[in-house]
């Protein structure tokens, strides 16, 4: 199948393409010029979602069956900071894009990759959360992928277009950036090990359950919905396993020969924290069999090595 992604060369992005390939799609990979060349092999075009001529450009150019959109701006400080870019960029710019479908490929599926956060406060907290769980988006992040999901599915609906919009739950691996709590452990004992900076891990509500799925486990989950004909609507992708921080970061210290301790710093606890955030991915699991195989704590250690490798740790 041909497959358009777009926000190729991010974090989910490059894991996306890598199992896409190995699958044996014909990918192309929507990237930005400033970021990084994706697997070798894998036809590219150049992509700004920001731009109208780019995405018809791309969309023309690779003909697609099947898109997966990953683009996106997806820091909610930084949706705070600038939330007049972050709809733009998760809004309108999904917008732009099934505007382009409909005129140049309407047959083309769009999995249209929205975020857990649209959840927000609702009322499911503490139980698995379903896909028809109230929304009640806290922040600007949260706001623009649950207009993007509502616009894109409203507009599939009145034009007869193809449109899945995923909700994921909290998903981490090797490549993720800083900001993302997975990410921020590893990078800080990497740097510890090295050294680099004390050996004092300051962190905030440690009590916090969350759900957390390996990102290869992930992009299983949306090669999924376009190799099977699940139908056009909303699906969460998830563990169902609430995992406490603290054990999660214990965890991690465990891997390591360093002596690390762990301070509580009041200023990293949120005005209004969930005590346990987890989703229910059942209806996924019936509509394409999907459920996440890769083992937990290996995963934590490839994230931890994949900082380590970035810190010249031997």
Same mark, same amino acid.
């Given at each position: 199948?041909? =497959?358009?992604?777009?926000?190729?060369?991010?974090?989910?992005?490059?894991?996306?393409?890598?199992?896409l390939a190995m699958r044996g799609h014909d990918v192309v990979a929507g990237t930005r010029?400033?970021?990084?060349?994706?697997?070798?092999?894998?036809?590219?075009?150049?992509?700004?979602?920001?731009?109208?001529?780019?995405?018809?450009?791309?969309?023309?150019?690779?003909?697609?069956?099947?898109?997966?959109?990953?683009?996106? #701006?997806?820091?909610?400080?930084?949706?705070?900071?600038?939330?007049?870019?972050?709809? +733009?960029?998760?809004?309108?710019?999904?917008?732009?894009?099934?505007d382009t479908i409909r005129e140049l490929c309407p047959g083309t599926k769009l999995i249209?990759?929205?975020?857990?956060?649209?959840?927000?406060?609702?009322? !499911? %907290?503490?139980?698995?959360?379903?896909?028809? @769980?109230?929304?009640?988006? !806290?922040?600007?992040?949260?706001?623009?992928?649950?207009?993007?999901? !509502?616009?894109?599915? #409203?507009?599939?609906?009145?034009?007869?277009?193809?449109?899945?919009?995923?909700?994921?739950?909290?998903?981490?691996?090797?490549? #993720?950036?800083?900001?993302?709590?997975?990410?921020?452990?590893? &990078?800080?004992? @990497?740097?510890?090990?090295? /050294? /680099?900076?004390?050996?004092?891990?300051?962190?905030?509500?440690?009590?916090?359950?969350?759900?957390? $799925?390996?990102?290869?486990?992930? =992009?299983?989950?949306?090669?999924?919905?376009?190799? %099977?004909?699940?139908?056009?609507?909303?699906?969460?992708?998830?563990?169902?396993?609430?995992?406490?921080?603290g054990g999660i970061l214990h965890t991690l210290i465990g891997f390591s020969q360093a002596?690390? &301790?762990?301070?509580?710093?009041?200023?990293?606890? +949120?005005?209004?924290?969930?005590? =346990?955030?987890?989703?229910?991915?059942?209806?996924?699991? !019936?509509?394409?069999?999907?459920?996440? *195989?890769?083992?937990?704590? *290996?995963?934590?250690?490839? $994230?931890?090595?994949?900082?380590?490798? +970035?810190?010249?740790?031997?």
């Open positions: 199948m041909r =497959v358009l992604v777009t926000g190729a060369g991010g974090f989910v992005g490059r894991h996306l393409v890598d199992h010029g400033s970021e990084a060349r994706v697997r070798p092999g894998i036809r590219s075009v150049s992509l700004d979602m920001l731009s109208a001529e780019d995405i018809r450009k791309a969309v023309s150019l690779s003909k697609p069956e099947a898109i997966i959109h990953l683009a996106a #701006q997806s820091n909610v400080a930084d949706s705070w900071r600038d939330p007049l870019h972050t709809m +733009r960029l998760n809004t309108i710019a999904s917008i732009q894009l099934l249209s990759i929205g975020s857990s956060e649209e959840y927000g406060a609702t009322p !499911q %907290c503490g139980e698995p959360i379903t896909e028809t @769980a109230p929304c009640l988006p !806290q922040n600007p992040y949260a706001v623009s992928k649950f207009s993007a999901g !509502q616009l894109l599915l #409203q507009m599939a609906r009145r034009d007869g277009l193809n449109v899945v919009h995923v909700r994921p739950f909290n998903h981490f691996g090797p490549g #993720q950036s800083l900001g993302f709590v997975i990410a921020d452990f590893a &990078s800080q004992i @990497a740097r510890i090990e090295q /050294e /680099e900076t004390a050996p004092i891990i300051r962190v905030g509500n440690l009590a916090a359950k969350r759900d957390f $799925t390996d990102v290869r486990d992930v =992009v299983r989950a949306y090669a999924s919905l376009i190799e %099977c004909e699940a139908e056009p609507g909303i699906f969460n992708a998830s563990s169902m396993s609430p995992r406490e921080v002596p690390i &301790s762990i301070e509580v710093d009041n200023g990293k606890f +949120r005005p209004i924290d969930v005590p =346990v955030y987890v989703g229910s991915s059942d209806k996924l699991r !019936q509509a394409v069999g999907w459920s996440p *195989q890769l083992n937990f704590e *290996q995963s934590l250690l490839e $994230t931890l090595d994949w900082w380590r490798e +970035r810190t010249g740790y031997s």
